[in-house]
């Protein structure tokens, strides 16, 4: 097999040749490591390519039997690896923990290979940082991939792997979807499990999952991640079925609320509206009732929260600062964490019981205004993919509280969700005008995400993506 062959597949399509004995494991990670070596000098997307790449384990039956994979740089672990968090405060440090979701993957043929770049702590949806620089999107190489699974996006936008772990805690695995003309799904709270040590990850606002370019690779990575397992504390209602089961499934008349006003301080971009009307025609087409809906819940409430799990999640950095033999400092976080650090520090306890009351309102306001819908069709993203540097934490000249205030404006579509607990998934249905994708995202209510996958294969099969590629991509370095 060549290069341009390899990038051709998604991960499903990779495992079918493994199993039809057309292409070997050991292959796949060879051609994963060229198109590395080609293109990770010019997009910066791989803190580390493991030496050993070509001996690590993975079943040889699972669904993605023999696919290379890279993992996200925090989230779930590899015992004995390296995972640094994007920061020199963790640099060198690796945990004695397997992840069960680390476990799944390997049951299921991933092979892991590595790790990807992302901001420090994954605080902003950028892809900036003193520690590993800027990784740059594979469509407009002067534009960031997104945050925070920065690294992991752009690996799979330009085709050194097909599949990649993801982490979303306010919107981190889709916004670089939607900058790198991805699918992101950001799964319910519980469907998979973050075991043995993180199982509720920003008070249960965090979930791990993928970023891919197929609905079939999504439905599949589903299939392979979702389960409890003892002592987690969400537990959702197991699926009907198995994910790739709905892939052949008829999607019934929905009822549908389509999100055409801003709910948040920045406006949507033009052409970004368009593209989310465009979507409601289609749908439409498809039988489903569409609605405009009106804002949900009050921007505010959501800085609040957004800003208040920052502070307590930056407060408990002491204990894991003298755990590596380091100082909380300007040697060891940059600037904006820094800030938000010390701000955490000076809060009396009682400030969190203020940040859980207003999550509850949120849920609440929401549930209230979209519990008539069957599903939501929003914006994932108001605008382009921004320069590098602007929102970053990286950023001299901005405030905490200015990247707060960015926070909730730029992702006003997202967060909210991660609150709430409900999926929703990022898909790549358009370019702009700029040749930069389009991102539009549909929101299930809370465990649907069957739904998902046969309204996510309805939109791929209308509006098909595949042959999109980005001009950084394996194939083009054959």
Same mark, same amino acid.
């Not at 420090?120 to 594979?138: K, M």
């Not at 600037?335 to 849920?363: H, Q, V």
């Given at each position: 097999? %060549?290069? !341009? ?6 991960? +499903? ?11 070997? &494991? ?28 070509? +001996? ?22 590899? =015992? ?43 605080? $902003? ?14 469509? %407009?190489?002067?534009? +960031? ?8 996006? =752009?690996?799979?936008?330009? &085709? ?24 992101? /799904? ?16 920003? !008070? ?32 959702? $209602? ?65 800085? %609040?929260?957004? =800003?208040?799990?920052?502070? #307590? ?24 964490? /820094? ?21 509850? %309102? ?25 320069? !590098? ?10 405030? @905490? @509280?200015?990247? #707060? ?10 967060? *909210?969700?991660? *609150? ?22 549909? *929101? ?6 069957? +739904?998902?996958?046969?309204? @996510?294969?309805?939109?791929?099969? &209308? ?6 590629? @980005?001009? *950084? ?6």
């Amino acid at each position: 097999m %060549k290069l !341009h062959e390899y990038a051709g597949y998604d991960a +499903t399509g990779l495992a079918d040749l493994i199993r039809r004995r057309e292409v070997t &494991a050991l292959e796949l990670v060879q051609l994963a490591r060229e198109a590395h070596d080609r293109i990770n000098p010019i997009i910066n997307a791989v803190v580390e390519f493991y030496e050993d790449a070509e +001996t690590v384990v993975g079943s040889d039956t699972g669904p993605f039997c023999g696919v290379p994979f890279l993992r996200k740089d925090s989230g779930p672990s590899e =015992a004995g690896r390296l995972q640094e968090h994007g920061s020199r405060l963790f640099e060198g440090f690796r945990p004695s923990v397997e992840s069960y979701y680390t476990e799944r993957a390997r049951a299921a043929g991933l092979r892991i290979l590595g790790r990807t770049t992302q901001p420090e702590f994954g605080t $902003t949806g950028l892809s900036d940082s003193i520690a590993r620089g800027i990784t740059h999107n594979p469509w %407009k190489l002067e534009r +960031t991939a997104g945050g925070s699974s920065s690294g992991s996006a =752009a690996v799979v936008a330009a &085709a050194i792997v097909p599949i990649a772990s993801g982490g979303d805690g306010g919107g981190s695995i889709r916004i670089p979807a939607a900058n790198c003309g991805l699918v992101g /799904l950001n799964p319910s709270r519980g469907r998979i499990s973050g075991g043995p040590n993180r199982q509720d990850a920003s !008070h249960g606002n965090g979930r791990n999952f993928v970023l891919c370019r197929t609905v079939r690779d999504m439905a599949t990575a589903l299939d392979v991640f979702c389960g409890f397992h003892p002592g987690d504390p969400f537990i959702i $209602t197991p699926p009907e079925r198995p994910y790739v089961e709905e892939l052949v499934k008829q999607t019934c008349r929905l009822r549908i609320g389509v999100a055409t006003s801003p709910w948040g301080a920045v406006t949507v971009d033009p052409g970004i509206l368009d593209a989310v009307n465009r979507t409601a025609l289609h749908l439409e087409a498809m039988g489903h009732i569409v609605e405009e809906m009106k804002p949900p819940y009050d921007s505010a409430d959501y800085r %609040k929260v957004v =800003a208040g799990m920052f502070y #307590m999640g930056f407060a408990s950095l002491d204990d894991t600062a003298h755990s590596l033999g380091r100082a909380v400092n300007e040697e060891t976080l940059e600037p904006i964490n /820094l800030e938000l650090y010390k701000i955490g520090k000076s809060l009396p306890l009682s400030y969190a019981e203020e940040i859980f009351a207003c999550a509850r %309102k949120i849920r609440v306001d929401v549930g209230e205004a979209t519990k008539d819908f069957d599903i939501l069709l929003t914006p994932t993203m108001p605008c382009s993919p921004l320069p !590098h540097g602007t929102y970053s934490t990286t950023n001299k000249n901005l405030t @905490a @509280a200015q990247l #707060m205030d960015a926070d909730a404006a730029l992702y006003q579509y997202l967060g *909210v969700f991660n *609150v709430t607990g409900q999926p929703s998934v990022s898909l790549p249905l358009f370019h702009g005008a700029d040749g930069l994708p389009i991102g539009i995202q549909i *929101v299930g209510r809370f465990g649907g995400e069957a +739904t998902l996958v046969r309204i @996510a294969r309805d939109l791929e099969e &209308a509006i098909p993506w595949s042959t999109r590629r @980005a001009p *950084v991509f394996a194939a083009n370095a054959d």
